[in-house]
């Protein structure tokens, strides 16, 4: 595809949680389909009319095992939030059909104990997880999405450690 062709596209809709714990640290997890160490948020596509909020609940639901009455909704971002894939990505993924995300993002707050989460889903995406401070997200989230990280942190830095 030519940059052209991609600049075209449209932004997938997606939304993002950005999980804390009771200490302000976030939760983060290593993509399995990731040839580089890919730290992330739990993040996924907005089905045909489905509320944002319910999708973040899904995904991380779908992603990590965490249910509802496991988390506490503190806060989403003001605005949604685009970012683009680099051009050689974009065919490779959602059949080409969009050059990037808009995201809607949550902060919600967990509530479970550790054990309860539990990445080895249907549908495993992520390898290993952890919590980390602000700073270690942003050194561990792959650079074209370093952006929007910032500006989700930088919404929710007061909940944060």
Known sequence: M?????ARLPYRPCVGVMLINADGLIFAAQRIDSAIPAWQ?????????EDPG???LRELHEEISV???LVTPLAETRD???????????PRIWKGCYRGQKQRW???RFTGRDE???????HPEFSQWRWITAQEMLAAIVPFKR???????????DWLA
């Open 2 to 6: 030519t940059p052209e062709q991609i």
């Open 54 to 56: 319910a999708a973040a």
């Open 116 to 122: 309860q989460i539990d990445i080895q889903t249907e």
């Open 67 to 69: 249910t509802p009455d």
């Open 80 to 90: 949604w939030l685009a970012y683009d894939l680099p051009h050689d990505i974009v």
């Open 147 to 157: 952006e929007i990280y910032a500006s989700v942190i930088d919404e929710f830095r």
């Open 106 to 108: 949550f902060l919600m």
């Open 41 to 49: 948020m739990p993040q996924g596509g907005i089905d045909a009319g």
